[in-house]
């Protein structure tokens, strides 16, 4: 995510952004986490159930190497915010249900490193995409996902 950070050309993104990742290093670098791996798109539009099973598409985003608990975050951020609108509290409020949903009363007061793992991720693939062709597109959504990062990282 450094290297993201890094790369990005647009100033106050990657002043940002960096700022963001430097806090969260100083907050969970010294945790342990395991290491799992997440779809990176998982959402209800991207799975569907057929009897007993269940089938998953879209796997271009797959990354191996993370902290459990993307997925999670993911599918109630973007459930959260498809349903009642992008905003920093919608966000926040997938965030807990993410949290809820694992059972985590530490996860729910902000300490989730799960939910600041997650967003510091999204963060850097929103704000990479925004600076590629098309990238208007998904302005806003980097924005406020990058300002929901920093929130995290104040709060908790």
């Known amino acids: 995510l450094t290297d993201t950070a890094d790369g990005l050309q647009i100033a106050p993104h990657h002043e940002r952004f ?3 990742l430097q806090r969260l290093a100083e907050r969970d670098g010294d945790r342990a986490h395991l290491n799992t791996a997440w779809h990176g798109d998982w959402t209800p ?3 569907a159930r057929s009897g007993h099973d269940t089938h998953v598409w879209d796997w ?8 459990p608990g993307l997925d999670r975050c993911h599918w109630a951020v973007n459930t959260m915010t498809r349903a009642h609108g992008l905003s ?3 966000v926040a409020e997938g965030l807990t249900m993410a949290a809820a949903a694992r059972g985590s009363v530490a996860a729910q007061q902000g300490g ?3 939910g600041a793992a997650y967003l510091a991720a999204i ?3 929103y704000l990479a995409s925004v600076e ?5 597109l998904i302005q806003q959504r980097a924005l406020v996902m990058l300002a929901s990062l920093e ?3 104040t709060r908790s």
């Open 60 to 67: 271009e985003r797959f990354e191996e190497g993370v902290p």
């Open 112 to 114: 989730d490193p799960a």
């Open 132 to 136: 590629e062709a098309g990238g208007e």
């Open 123 to 125: 963060t850097g693939r």
């Open 45 to 47: 539009w991207n799975t």
């Open 18 to 20: 960096g700022a963001a």
């Open 151 to 153: 929130a995290h990282l």
């Open 88 to 90: 920093e509290a919608r």
